[in-house]
């Protein structure tokens, strides 16, 4: 596929990263430009497929935890290779849907020098992206992963922040990552303020005095809420609900 993207959501632990990407996952579902989307939970707590409405899942991790125990009773050398083959993991990983895929990295009990399970991910996402318009990928807490470039080039880095003290921290970072050519990976780099209350113009002002794009703002929404706490997918949420159409702005501006 000539046209393709990909675009990674990051921000410290409990931004709202995960709710983000399913928002924004509904969002790109409605849009018939956006053609086909993968969606990737690269953050090995997991969590992104309940709010993706997905119960069973497969990850790259326990995939190739059971190739590894097949490996101690059989042709060992033989299935260690193939636990480390990415068409092959990928196969066994993806899960195709009418809207959009889902592939999550999860994380691995079996110890040994194998390939971590993050660089697995890194291959697979590089063997996938060209089958797909769109890959959405939503990370990690903290800006661990992309110091440790999870992805080989990201179109569009979305850095979810709320009000608080290390939210604003964990953008500042960022800032000094980029301005200090750590990052020349990411083609374009924007905030976006989550759980917004009345105090945007302020996250504004800070945003571009550090001199970073503004994606745009989520309101704090207490149907998100409520759905995330009662485990209902947030794909299901009404058109019309405050957060999502939010997310639709945001949408129009990456
Ligand atoms: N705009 C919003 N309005 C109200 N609640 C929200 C909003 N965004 C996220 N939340 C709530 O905040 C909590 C944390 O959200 P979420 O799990 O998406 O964060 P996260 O950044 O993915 O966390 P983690 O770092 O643990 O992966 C959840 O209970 C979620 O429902
Ligand atoms: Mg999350």
Redesign the pocket.
């Known amino acids: 596929m000539n046209n393709h993207r990909v675009i990674a959501v990051c921000?410290?632990?409990?931004?709202?990263?995960?709710?983000?990407?399913?928002l924004l996952t509904k969002v790109m579902i409605e849009d018939p430009q956006a053609g086909k989307l993968l969606v990737v939970d690269a953050?090995p707590?997991l969590?992104?497929h309940y709010?993706l409405g997905r119960k069973e899942i497969k990850t790259i991790g326990t995939v190739r935890d059971e190739i590894l125990r097949v490996a101690e009773e059989g042709d060992r050398q033989a299935q260690e290779e193939l636990a480390d083959k990415v068409d092959y993991l990928t196969a066994r990983v993806l899960d195709e849907g009418k809207d959009f895929s889902f592939l999550a990295m999860g994380h691995m009990e079996s110890k040994g020098c194998f390939c971590s399970v993050n660089d697995l991910l890194q291959q697979a996402i590089s063997y996938l992206t060209d089958e797909f318009n769109t890959v959405l990928i939503?990370g990690?807490?903290g800006i661990e992963q992309i110091n440790r470039q999870v992805v080989e080039k990201i179109d569009t880095l979305i850095v979810?922040t709320d009000s608080s003290f290390r939210g604003m921290k964990t953008i500042s970072h960022i800032k000094e990552m980029r301005d200090e050519g750590l990052l020349p990976f990411c083609k374009k780099i924007g905030v976006v303020f989550?759980?917004?209350r009345n105090d945007v113009s302020k996250l504004e002002a800070f945003a571009k005095e550090l001199g970073l794009e503004i994606f745009g703002a989520?309101?704090?929404?207490?149907e998100?809420?409520a759905?995330?706490?009662e485990g209902k997918s947030l794909l299901e949420l009404p058109e019309n609900n405050p957060?999502l159409v939010?997310v639709r702005q945001v949408y129009k501006k990456l």
């Open positions: 921000g410290k632990g409990g931004v709202g990263k995960t709710a983000f990407t399913t953050d707590a969590g992104l709010a939503d990690e807490a979810l989550n759980r917004t989520v309101p704090m929404d207490e998100v809420e759905y995330d706490s957060a939010a």
